[in-house]
């Protein structure tokens, strides 16, 4: 779910690029001034991110359900990945395309200053954003780094505005001095350099917010701090009497920005009863969750230290080692003695007549019995 104060930035930032996008346009067509065109592109562009952005935070507030069991959180960080992707491809993309036009075939830009007059009211609107945006960013950072902050800030719809703010106002800045440099010079080259470098930053803002957000889109883990807190109350339940024995492991991912699922696995100790087990369990959830309501999910896993490496190891090696195959119980069908092939039936022996052997006798006839009686 998204905070509050983020709706609240979104909301502020939406009205002032709106009414900004407008009289930009305003300025662009009467004095064709490419710089100021793509700065009104800019603003355009950024007015349909904040209602995307809108958009993302209501979708991510809608309750788990059997198909997402825990919920649409990550909602947000799809639709803040859009609005990087249309920041890069509408805003610097025509920007650049402004720029390069203006080069080609250029011409003089018409009463610049109405130019600088929307310039200045545009100063002052994304100032107003840009504050509002700062001021909720710096109350969540606290003594964070600035970059540092946004680099682990788990909230796009905040970030995102902020980056938005910075690159509109470093972009009003580069209009100006480009439209300034034409109406000294006369030369109207200055303008169109001035809308490439405009197109040039959003494409760098929108890449730092397509890696930042694809990295919350894998899934990232918990801050330190929130860890930290985190084991210390599992640890709690550790000692004497107690029902823990050992952490084996704790693992975090952000859902959303202030939602957080926590998997935890712990030996318990042998003698704990289950009763004692439940108790501990409940113990360290509501600690966790005072501490940190956006723990939003906790789930703790029993296992032994042995069995827990075991684990691990065949899940970094494919396969396993062959002592964790060795010691793998076997299956019902490894127990059953091997099934010996069913004998096949023997073919009567061959009867061999070898040479030595005496040929079969015979019958005599008459007149050789006759013959043998004569002899004896």
Not at 69 to 94: C, D, N, Q, R, T
Not at 137 to 153: E, H, I
Not at 323 to 336: G, K
């Amino acid at each position: 779910m998204a905070a509050g104060g983020s709706t609240g930035v979104v909301v502020v930032a939406l009205v002032c690029n709106l009414g900004i996008a407008v009289a930009k346009f305003a300025a662009a067509a009467w004095t064709g001034s490419s710089a100021m065109l793509s700065e009104a592109i800019h603003s355009l562009v950024d007015t349909g991110n904040q209602v995307l952005l809108l958009h993302g935070i209501r979708r991510s507030e809608r309750p788990a359900d059997a198909v997402h069991p825990f919920g649409y959180s990550k909602e947000l960080y799809f639709w803040s990945f859009v609005v990087a992707i249309l920041l890069f491809s509408l805003g610097a993309g025509v920007a650049i395309y402004e720029g390069v036009e203006k080069l080609l075939d250029p011409h003089p830009i018409t009463d610049p200053i109405v130019n600088y007059v929307v310039l200045a009211v545009a100063f002052l609107l994304e100032g107003i954003s840009a504050a509002r945006a700062i001021k909720e960013f710096n109350r969540r950072r606290g003594d964070t780094p600035v970059f540092r902050a946004l680099r682990g800030s788990k909230d796009p719809a905040l970030f995102t505005v902020l980056l938005e703010d910075a690159a509109a106002l470093a972009g009003l800045t580069i209009a100006t001095l480009g439209i300034s440099i034409s109406h000294l010079t006369g030369s109207p080259t200055a303008d169109g350099y001035a809308s490439v470098a405009i197109g040039l930053l959003l494409g760098a803002v929108a890449a730092f917010m397509s890696i930042e957000i694809r990295s919350l889109i894998v899934g990232e883990a918990a801050s330190p701090a929130v860890l930290h807190d985190i084991r210390a109350a599992i640890a709690a339940e550790r000692g004497v009497g107690r029902t823990i024995s050992a952490i084996n492991e704790i693992r975090s991912m952000h859902l959303g920005p202030t939602d957080i699922l926590v998997v935890a696995s712990v030996d318990f100790e042998d003698q704990a009863t289950a009763a004692a087990i439940e108790e501990a369990t409940s113990r360290i959830e509501r600690t966790i969750k005072a501490q940190h309501p956006a723990v939003r999910r906790f789930f703790l896993e029993g296992q032994s230290m042995q069995d827990h490496a075991r684990a691990e190891r065949a899940m970094t090696s494919p396969g396993g080692s062959p002592a964790e195959t060795a010691q793998a119980p076997a299956s019902p069908a490894q127990t059953l003695p091997a099934k010996q092939p069913a004998a096949r039936p023997q073919a009567p022996a061959a009867t061999l007549t070898l040479a030595s052997d005496p040929a079969p006798a015979k019958p005599l006839s008459r007149k050789e019995r006759k013959r043998q009686k004569k002899r004896h």
